[in-house]
């Protein structure tokens, strides 16, 4: 049985750093990932293929096959779904994970999203509550995020952000005709427009050439390069240092616990179906919300019942992604001038300050918007198929500009994951079992957000606007979180400020799962800051044969 100094499960934002962080600082590391390690070329630029239309299958995976899940309605009846079905809420399954697919907005939670509690109270029904850290805590781990994945952008124009020690890396891209003209319009309207951050190069950075402004963009891989990730940044890194060990399609089981119940390593399937035992002092969970719940729930002994940190039953709670809401509209002019990745500007005026809400979104232009994808943004009563869709597209695919957010969501403990008593996978694990649905007052928030998208449109001259607005059902997606929550008291969360598990002090969440919130922007940077910081205080408690808790 191999033994390491770390295992580290997941090898996307917040694993791929903590893999890097540690290998550098000398431990011994295996990383696990589920899926494999993918190049443009296995992905290649095939509408039809494209991660964004779930309905027509993931190329990033996982094996529609070998990983179903269950989700339970509203009336309580459960279902089995693969990948390519509405509410399985996948998560790119591969090396980089969501960083080698996403559309890559890189943007810092502001210094309220941290603590949103104290900002507004808890609505009824409610869990919504405070970081034990603050923006203050992360600001020098999020510029370590900008500089090393590297970011590009221009935040100046932008007076909501929280303060910052140092300009982004990298300056924007060139604007396009869709940006201009809703730059334009916001800025008669008093607001205050700005360059979307990106994780993807405008000019030569770290070795990898800038973007080509290709539209395949978001769902796809970056054939140049362009696009950071952590599979072309931090994971070579830590492979270049001799200490990490790397190993695809390895299917996580279970934590294992030694005699006196402390965890000592884990199960897993190799590439070949084959069950493996490793042990590890450190154990580092970054599956995402959804996966790594499932880990811990899955990692039962007499010692951990109910499993790993799930002593007062809030592994799986709280599950929250981010309500996209907005609106778009419909020009009597040309507005898409074919330059890639589409979405450019930003504005964060309505974050906070909503009389009435708790709290608020950004809202920005979409990514390119591909023909098979343009369907989901007709208006109200043009069909989606045969002579009338056909002519629709030919006249105004060139001619509708959407703009949308993704709305704090108020996070509800029934919102969930568990693991379900009869489904298993491929290998004979309890799969996820997903039920509950969104907070109301979610909906009214990303309400009043869709229709301040609609006046900044017809403020551009929108001749017809529709809104955009998502139902009550359980959110989650690609910017999935909250299920293993951070916090100071055991008995109201999974892990303490530093994504240490309650009562399992070798045990750590790394990933989205972690937030407490998930502020109203796409948080991936987020998660690698969190990833930098917990990796910080692995490192300062690392003796080199055991690991000390707090």
């Given at each position: 049985?191999?033994?390491y ?19 550098a600082a ?37 094996d529609e ?40 907005m ?50 100046t ?9 140092k ?10 005709k ?28 770290n ?42 399609e ?69 599950l929250?992604?981010h ?47 591909l ?42 403990f ?39 998208a ?24 690609q910017h ?26 070798n ?5 989205g ?20 910081w ?14 000390r808790?707090?």
């Amino acid at each position: 049985m191999t033994t390491y100094d770390a295992v580290v499960v997941g090898a996307g934002a917040g694993g791929g750093i903590v893999a890097k962080e540690l290998a550098a600082a000398g431990l011994h590391v295996l990383l696990l990932e589920r899926g494999k390690a993918v190049t443009p070329a296995d992905c290649r630029k095939d509408d039809l293929r494209n991660q964004r239309t779930s309905a027509l299958g993931a190329p990033f995976g996982p094996d529609e096959n070998q990983n179903p899940r269950v989700i339970v309605d509203g009336n309580g009846n459960s279902k089995v779904i693969r990948v390519r079905d509405g509410g399985y809420n996948n998560n790119a399954a591969c090396v980089g994970g969501g960083t080698q697919s996403y559309g890559a907005m890189a943007w810092r939670f502001l210094p309220k999203d941290f603590r949103m509690k104290e900002t507004y109270g808890v609505p009824e029904g409610s869990t919504l509550d405070d970081w034990p850290i603050t923006y203050d805590d992360l600001e020098p781990f999020y510029q370590m995020a900008e500089e090393e994945v590297g970011v590009s952008g221009d935040m100046t124009p932008d007076p909501f952000h929280g303060p910052r020690k140092k300009p982004l890396p990298m300056p924007p891209l060139p604007p396009t005709k869709e940006h201009l003209l809703i730059e334009s319009a916001a800025r008669r309207m008093g607001l205050h427009p700005f360059p979307i951050p990106m994780l993807r190069n405008s000019v030569p950075y770290n070795g990898r050439p800038p973007c080509m402004r290709c539209r395949w963009c978001v769902g796809f891989a970056c054939e140049v390069n362009a696009k950071g990730g952590t599979q072309n940044t931090v994971i070579p890194a830590a492979l270049k240092t001799g200490n990490c060990h790397l190993e695809t399609e390895a299917i996580a089981s279970e934590i294992t616990v030694d005699a006196s119940g402390r965890p000592n390593g884990l199960i897993y399937f190799d590439g070949n179906d084959r069950r493996q035992q490793v042990r590890a002092e450190l154990l580092v969970v970054s599956g995402a919300a959804i996966e790594s719940a499932r880990l811990l729930l899955n990692s039962r002994s007499r010692f951990f019942p109910e499993g790993i940190g799930n002593r007062f039953d809030w592994v799986g709670r709280n599950l929250q992604g981010h309500t996209y809401s907005g609106a778009t509209g419909l020009f009597d002019f040309d507005t898409y001038d074919d330059l890639g990745p589409g979405a450019s500007v930003a504005l964060c005026d309505y974050n906070h300050g909503n009389p009435g809400l708790a709290g608020g979104a950004l809202l920005c232009n979409e990514f390119i918007r591909l023909p098979i994808q343009a369907i989901n943004d007709f208006p109200p009563g043009v069909r989606g198929w045969g002579r009338e869709h056909k002519k629709f597209l030919r006249d105004y695919y060139r001619r509708t500009v959407g703009l949308r957010g993704p709305t704090q969501e108020i996070p509800v403990f029934d919102a969930r994951v568990q693991v379900d008593p009869h489904v298993k996978d491929h290998w004979g694990i309890p799969v996820p079992r997903m039920s509950g649905g969104k907070h109301p007052h979610t909906l009214e928030i990303a309400t009043a957000m869709a229709r301040k998208a609609e006046l900044i449109l017809k403020e551009a001259g929108a001749t017809r606007t529709w809104l955009n607005i998502p139902g009550q059902g359980l959110s989650g997606g690609q910017h999935q979180a909250g299920t293993c929550r951070m916090g100071d008291d055991p008995q109201s969360s999974v892990v303490n400020r530093y994504c240490q598990v309650h009562g399992a002090e070798n045990v750590f969440v790394v990933d989205g799962s972690v937030h407490v919130t998930n502020g109203g922007f796409n948080p991936v940077l987020t998660i690698m800051a969190i990833a930098y910081w917990a990796s910080d205080y692995m490192k300062r408690e690392w003796n080199g044969t055991r690991f000390r808790g707090a």
